[in-house]
Structures are given as C-alpha cells and as structure tokens.
C-alpha cells in the first residue's frame, strides 16, 4: 500500500528532512544468506522502580516470537535522502564483512578491521527502538552525531562476537534494556538534566551484536568492560583485530544481555530517580 501525505510528512529521525521512506532496520539483503525464517525471537525488558526505596530496580521481561524473519521488518522513520545516501553507504561498507562472519567458515580467522562494521550497526541500532515507541531511549543529539559524522557518540560502546547456540537467539534475537533517570545530589537540594542508558543485544545468524551507551559520563568507563568473549570494536582504539573469537553459548548470551543489570548494580553508589519522561 502506497504512504499517504501524513505517513510522508513525518521528519526524519537523523537529518529533520521532509519526505519519510520506508526503511529495513537490518538489510534485506541477509535473506540471501540466512534463507527464509518463519519468525525470530524479540525479548524486551523494562526496570521498574520501587517506590520510596533508595536506588532499587526490579526488572521485567517478555520473550515474544514475532512472525517473519527480523531482517524484514521495515520502519517509516528515515527520509528518502539519508536512506538512499549515506546510510546506504554504511550498508554497501558493512556487508563483505557480515556476509563472512554470519557464516562457521570464519570461526577460526582473527576478527581483523571491523570497523565497517560499527555504522551500520549504529543505524539499526538507533532504528530498532522504534519498533516499541514505549522503549525510545536514545537522545536525539546521538542521532544527530551519528548523521553528522557517520559514528556513533563517543559514549558509545559496541562490541562483536561469535555465536554458537542452540536457544532462542539461534538465526536472529534480539533484546533490548533502556532507562531514563536523573541523578539526585548527596544534599538532596539538586536534580540532574535527563539520563539515558541503554543495552541492545542481538544476533544475526552467527553474529552476535553488543551496542550500549550512556549519558552518565560516570558510568561511561564500567561499560566499555564487555564480556571476555566480545570483542570490541567502538571505540575503535580499544579494538583488537588480531584476536580469534571464541564461542558464545546461549548461557553466554544470558549474561551479555544482563548487563543492564550490572552497569547499575555494580556501579560506586549514586541516587537516582526514575524520569516520568522515561521508561516506568
């Protein structure tokens, strides 16, 4: 079905532009080398604070099978400018290198210059939230960052590696954990602006994705400690093309996507508040 005028009125999410075209939050052209996947597996999950208790999050989720194969799935967010443009370009960068790692042959090969990688998986990073509109955590400054210099901000953190499973991240998963806070001062007489955090965790195939970032710049440094069996790849000065990836089982993917958790539990101790503006 054609877009109407108000479907193509919308402004786009990176540049402001007019003239929103629909776009693949993954490349349709994995179709060629994952085959036909009558569903993959979209696992979500929220923290919910508890009232009148210092600094406590519970944390709730749902492994939902959604119908058809994840690198389908489409989004009118984008204008027709960005999408045929420099996000395009990002894609036709990134696909030698996903086409080789999607597949066993190269399990035993160091990782080497992944950093065609790291654009493309900013963009379907960035545009995945908008398939939960109740999930939209990223600031609109990271977009702009990103359209601007064709990177992710340097509060960003992402990482690769090799999976080898069997569970319900086998073909394509995906998991993703935001949160909007404001820090609250040790007297109590003073509130931060807003806070954003977020972890997104997916697998295409043999690939296994970690993206996350934060607006806290004090717990910019206990993200960039990713499990040992990631590799990563932004910022590009931690990046060590010279390792072989091991193996990453499905208990391993567990403890990856978890890692909400631990950025906040683990964390030197600071008071924070949920953002009414933000997750619940």
């Given at each position: 079905?054609?877009?109407?005028k108000?479907?193509?009125?919308?402004?786009?999410?990176?540049?402001?532009?007019?003239?929103?075209?629909?776009?693949?939050?993954?490349?349709?052209?994995?179709?060629?080398?994952?085959?036909?996947?009558?569903?993959?597996?979209?696992?979500?999950?929220?923290?919910?604070?508890?009232?009148?208790?210092?600094?406590?999050?519970?944390f709730?989720?749902?492994?939902k099978?959604?119908?058809?194969?994840?690198h389908?799935?489409?989004?009118?967010?984008?204008?027709?400018?960005?999408?045929?443009?420099?996000?395009k370009?990002?894609?036709?960068?990134?696909?030698?290198?996903?086409?080789?790692?999607?597949?066993?042959?190269?399990?035993?090969?160091?990782?080497?210059?992944?950093?065609?990688?790291?654009?493309?998986?900013?963009?379907?990073?960035?545009?995945?939230?908008?398939?939960?509109?109740?999930?939209?955590?990223?600031?609109?400054?990271?977009?702009?960052?990103?359209?601007?210099?064709?990177?992710?901000?340097?509060?960003?953190?992402?990482?690769?590696?090799?999976?080898?499973?069997?569970?319900?991240?086998?073909?394509?998963?995906?998991?993703?954990?935001?949160?909007?806070?404001?820090?609250?001062?040790?007297d109590r007489?003073?509130?931060?602006?807003?806070?954003?955090?977020?972890?997104?965790?997916?697998t295409?195939?043999?690939?296994?994705?970690?993206?996350?970032?934060?607006?806290?710049?004090?717990?910019?440094?206990?993200?960039?400690?990713?499990?040992?069996?990631?590799?990563?790849?932004?910022?590009?000065?931690?990046?060590?093309?010279?390792?072989?990836?091991?193996?990453?089982s499905?208990?391993d993917?567990?403890?990856?996507?978890?890692?909400?958790?631990?950025?906040?539990?683990?964390?030197?101790?600071?008071?924070?508040?949920?953002?009414?503006?933000?997750?619940?």
């Open positions: 079905m054609p877009a109407s108000e479907q193509k009125r919308g402004k786009c999410i990176f540049c402001g532009g007019l003239g929103l075209s629909k776009e693949h939050i993954w490349s349709d052209w994995l179709s060629d080398r994952l085959g036909p996947a009558p569903h993959h597996t979209n696992i979500r999950g929220w923290p919910k604070w508890v009232p009148g208790v210092r600094k406590q999050l519970t709730t989720q749902t492994a099978r959604m119908q058809g194969p994840m389908q799935r489409k989004i009118r967010k984008v204008c027709v400018t960005c999408n045929t443009g420099w996000m370009g990002a894609v036709d960068r990134a696909k030698p290198f996903v086409e080789r790692f999607i597949e066993w042959s190269i399990a035993e090969l160091p990782i080497g210059d992944a950093r065609p990688l790291v654009p493309w998986i900013s963009i379907a990073t960035i545009m995945a939230e908008f398939t939960a509109p109740d999930s939209i955590c990223f600031p609109e400054q990271d977009r702009k960052v990103l359209y601007r210099t064709k990177h992710p901000p340097a509060h960003w953190t992402i990482a690769v590696g090799r999976y080898s499973g069997t569970g319900l991240w086998k073909t394509q998963g995906y998991r993703h954990r935001p949160a909007m806070y404001r820090l609250i001062a040790d007489k003073s509130v931060s602006g807003l806070i954003t955090h977020q972890i997104t965790t997916y295409i195939g043999n690939l296994v994705v970690y993206a996350c970032s934060t607006t806290n710049r004090s717990m910019v440094s206990s993200l960039r400690k990713v499990h040992p069996k990631l590799s990563t790849i932004f910022p590009y000065e931690l990046a060590d093309p010279g390792r072989v990836l091991p193996a990453i499905d208990r993917m567990e403890a990856i996507s978890e890692e909400f958790q631990h950025a906040f539990f683990n964390h030197p101790k600071f008071n924070f508040i949920p953002a009414p503006e933000g997750l619940r």
